[in-house]
């Protein structure tokens, strides 16, 4: 399958070792025809020829014009590494690896086409491979849920078994709630209630903070928001803020497109002399704790 090639030891100490290196190709080549395991014996190859070259030129007993001839040989004469060898075999040569940096220098795939990820099974492995050349499933976009899709999708929603969901946007400004956006510049709050006929299901709360917003969407097409937010207790006036006394509501909304299956306000109380949160209290308001909507 080579042409021959012949070189005068006496006159070029290296070509004894060529001649050995071209036997252990020809070797080689008929452990591939024989296990059709192309992939890493071509890989093989190039390592092979690349130590060959590195040991000619450590000896220098090669010049450079007969350098280039051997790596055109190598390379090219054969026909076994850019004709002859496939790398879209199916075999698996526990010997071989490639780090998922490797395949992001090589823009995921071979020269040949191989697609490294499809070759490793890194689509849909738990990690994002953004170098993938096809879409990794694990690199989908990230669930988002801001004030605006809140707003518009659940103000004066039915809240099952409480009343409604009312909102407006309050506006720092202009210190008026309203159901115009604010502007850009000023901070997006909102304000909701529960408007219920039931006195004690007639909460009213702020989202002040919209970074604290967390949604998820689940395979069955349900959608949930969880909010949280601490503020200093007001209640009684002076000592408790005195002392560092907090309160915070817990927020959850399980809803489909624009319809509430739940709606959930849970207040706690928290005490620095005990380090301690407990249910909250306020002797202003006989509220439901936790206020409980399915």
């Known amino acids: 399958m080579y042409s021959p090639v012949i070189l005068d030891k006496r006159k070029n100490p290296a070509g004894g070792v060529l001649l050995q290196y071209c036997s252990d190709i020809r070797q080689i080549e008929n452990q591939i025809e024989a296990s059709q395991k192309w992939p890493f ?22 010049k450079k014009p007969m350098m280039t001839i051997m790596v055109s040989m190598l390379l090219l004469g054969p026909g076994l590494l850019t004709g002859g060898c496939d790398l879209a075999g199916d075999e698996t040569d526990p010997g071989f690896s490639m780090s998922k940096d490797e395949a992001r220098a090589m823009g995921g795939k071979a020269d040949s086409g191989i697609d490294w990820c499809e070759y490793f099974g890194w689509y849909g492995d738990g990690i994002c491979d953004e170098f993938c050349p096809l879409p990794d499933p694990d690199c989908e976009p990230e669930q ?151």
Do not use: H
């Open 144 to 294: 988002s849920f801001n004030l605006t899709d809140f707003y518009q999708r659940l103000n004066q929603a039915v809240l099952p078994g409480c009343g409604t969901l009312t909102m407006c946007w309050y506006n720092s400004e202009t210190r008026e709630c309203t159901d115009e956006e604010p502007p850009e510049g000023i901070r997006r709050t909102i304000d909701f209630k529960v408007d219920s006929e039931e006195p004690a299901k007639r909460a009213y709360m702020a989202i002040n903070f919209e970074e604290n917003l967390v949604y998820e969407e689940f395979a069955d097409g349900l959608e949930q928001i969880k909010y949280e937010e601490t503020y200093p207790k007001s209640m009684p006036p002076g000592p408790a803020s005195e002392i560092g006394m907090l309160s915070r509501y817990q927020l959850t909304i399980d809803f489909r497109g624009d319809t509430i299956e739940r709606f959930e306000i849970y207040q706690e109380d928290y005490d620095p002399r005990s380090d301690t949160w407990s249910p909250w209290f306020d002797i202003r308001y006989n509220l439901e704790n936790p206020l409980i909507c399915e």
């Open 41 to 62: 014996f071509c890989i093989s190859l190039l390592q092979d020829a690349e130590r060959f070259i590195n040991q000619i030129e450590r000896e220098q007993q090669m």
